[in-house]
């Protein structure tokens, strides 16, 4: 048998161990990232670089992209040079968890179910479903397109959107087309009033054709910088300089060189 100044020292013990272990859960975990990259002076970026606008490898085996620029903006403006590292999508939360890079730039969806691998900044590009409507055209949302034809990809975003809005609208004419290209071209053809097709084909088509114009985005699916879920102070200094890039103008360059036929 135990004698009780035994089992009352044993549960004080056990009482300590268990605050000791509860403090540590309770304080903050270092940002190693963030700390490495001050003593080195380099901010690692991971990237699938294939997939252009955002980032592809041109014929001088360069990565190039809207994503690349952006992250050398961020980088630039917390005082670091950058390196980028091309990762296959499939592996770059992996990257980031295993501290192969620092943060990620690579077009990616802030999405939940990554939530144990990476936070995410505010939103620097929103993907979701675009109207797209002859430039000067009055079509500002939905509700103007009452007795107007509407033009989808089959089995898209848009097309489920396009579904809802038939509902609504006493008089609404939707085709249906096999690609965003597509559904783009019956509005510069006049065999549509409007499109509604993603975020990148709209801003694109809106670039490299004066006729057409973006009316306004309809559905989210926001683009986000991710960091390691540890990243706390990286992942401040990535928000404030994308705040003072939507703030200056620098994001809207970007766009301009990206995506409507800017010098990059």
């Given at each position: 048998?135990?004698?009780?100044?035994?089992?009352?020292?044993?549960?004080?013990?056990?009482?300590?161990?268990?605050?000791?272990?509860?403090?540590?859960?309770?304080?903050?975990?270092?940002?190693?990232?963030?700390?490495?990259?001050?003593?080195?002076?380099?901010?690692?970026?991971?990237?699938?670089?294939?997939?252009?606008?955002?980032?592809?490898?041109?014929?001088?085996?360069?990565?190039?992209?809207?994503?690349?620029?952006?992250?050398?903006?961020?980088?630039?403006?917390?005082?670091?040079?950058?390196?980028?590292?091309?990762?296959?999508?499939?592996?770059?939360?992996?990257?980031?968890?295993?501290?192969?890079?620092?943060?990620?730039?690579?077009?990616?969806?802030?999405?939940?179910?990554?939530?144990?691998?990476?936070?995410?900044?505010?939103?620097?590009?929103?993907?979701?479903?675009?109207?797209?409507?002859?430039?000067?055209?009055?079509?500002?949302?939905?509700?103007?397109?009452?007795?107007?034809?509407?033009?989808?990809?089959?089995?898209?975003?848009?097309?489920?959107?396009?579904?809802?809005?038939?509902?609504?609208?006493?008089?609404?004419?939707?085709?249906?087309?096999?690609?965003?290209?597509?559904?783009?071209?019956?509005?510069?053809?006049?065999?549509?009033?409007?499109?509604?097709?993603?975020?990148?084909s709209a801003r694109l088509a809106a670039g490299e054709q004066p006729g057409l114009a973006v009316a306004a985005a309809v559905t989210?699916?926001?683009?986000?910088?991710?960091?390691?879920?540890?990243?706390?102070?990286?992942?401040?200094?990535?928000?404030d300089a994308l705040e003072d890039m939507f703030d200056d103008g620098t994001i809207d360059a970007l766009l301009v060189t990206w995506?409507?036929?800017?010098?990059?």
């Open positions: 048998m135990i004698p009780l100044p035994v089992k009352r020292m044993a549960l004080r013990l056990l009482i300590a161990a268990l605050a000791a272990l509860t403090l540590a859960a309770c304080r903050p975990a270092e940002d190693t990232a963030w700390e490495r990259a001050e003593e080195t002076g380099v901010l690692r970026v991971g990237m699938d670089a294939a997939y252009p606008p955002f980032e592809n490898v041109n014929e001088q085996n360069e990565i190039v992209g809207f994503d690349v620029d952006l992250a050398r903006e961020i980088a630039g403006r917390l005082d670091l040079d950058i390196e980028f590292v091309n990762i296959p999508y499939d592996s770059l939360y992996d990257s980031l968890v295993t501290g192969q890079v620092d943060m990620l730039v690579s077009a990616l969806i802030a999405a939940y179910e990554y939530e144990a691998k990476a936070d995410y900044s505010i939103p620097y590009f929103n993907a979701g479903q675009h109207l797209v409507v002859p430039a000067g055209a009055p079509i500002q949302g939905m509700e103007d397109l009452d007795g107007r034809t509407l033009a989808v990809e089959v089995g898209s975003g848009g097309d489920v959107e396009a579904r809802k809005w038939e509902r609504r609208l006493a008089d609404l004419d939707v085709e249906r087309y096999p690609d965003p290209g597509a559904a783009l071209l019956a509005v510069l053809g006049d065999d549509a009033d409007a499109a509604l097709v993603d975020g990148i989210d699916e926001l683009f986000a910088v991710a960091v390691h879920p540890d990243s706390d102070d990286l992942l401040e200094h990535v928000n995506f409507e036929g800017g010098e990059p």
